[in-house]
Structures are given as C-alpha cells and as structure tokens.
Nanobody, 121 residues
Framework: QVQLVESGGGLVQAGDSLRLSCAAS????????MAWYRQAPGKQRELVAT???????TYADSVKGRFTNSRDNAKNTVYLQMNNLKPEDTAVYYC???????????????WGQGTQVTVSS
C-alpha cells in the first residue's frame, strides 16, 4: 500500500522559515486533493492548507501570506513552505492525500506520519 512520508520539520526561531515535504512511496491512478493539517498539544487537528488537482489553493486565515502550498505531480509530492514562523505555529504537521490507487475504483484517504515543527520566541 502506498504510504506518505513527511520530512522537513524541526526547531526554529520566530521569523525563520521551514519547508515541509510529503512524498508518496508509490504512484496513484489519480490524486484528487492534497492538504496539510496540524495539531498542537491539547488542541484539535486543524486544516492549514489545501491544493487541488488543478493547483488551486486555500489557506487558514492564521497562515495566509506566510505559508505556500505547492505540488509536484511527477513526484507525487506536496510541499508546504512556511515563512515568518510564529510560536503559535508550533504543532505536529500532517499531510493528507485523497487519491485513487490503481487497484481500486474508489478514492481513499492517506495520511503522513506527522512531523514536529517547534518555533521558539
């Protein structure tokens, strides 16, 4: 089964930048939708950014103007460029694909393992 592998998290200072990557371990018949979520300690998981198959993006108000979501279709990879990071961005970040594998007529939900982003003030 295809898995999503995340990388790029770490410990940074406020104002710094990080780029998260999420790569699928295999290929899909079709990727419908990709997204990034995050979950801070004691809080619910929240949607951060989305990107459709045509490249249309949406962002949570808290990250607009600072985060950029992009995708490389040839590599089945999605990226989250995070600039001007703030302490409140500290969370575990998860990538998500809604994609149709080759062995199914139905799309499935796929999640990355999560990567920790910590922003110190």
């Amino acid at each position: 089964q295809v898995q999503l592998v995340e990388s790029g998290g770490g410990l940074v200072q406020a104002g710094d930048s990080l780029r998260l990557s999420c790569a699928a371990s295999g290929s899909f018949f079709r990727i419908n939708f990709m997204a990034w979520y995050r979950q801070a300690p004691g809080k619910q998981r929240e949607l951060v950014a989305t990107i459709t198959s045509t490249g249309s993006t949406t962002y949570a108000d808290s990250v607009k103007g600072r985060f950029t979501n992009s995708r490389d279709n040839a590599k089945n990879t999605v990226y989250l460029q995070m600039n001007n990071l703030k302490p409140e961005d500290t969370a575990v970040y998860y990538c998500y694909f809604n994609a149709q594998p080759y062995d199914s007529i139905m799309a499935r939900n796929y999640w990355g393992q999560g990567t920790q982003v910590t922003v110190s003030s």
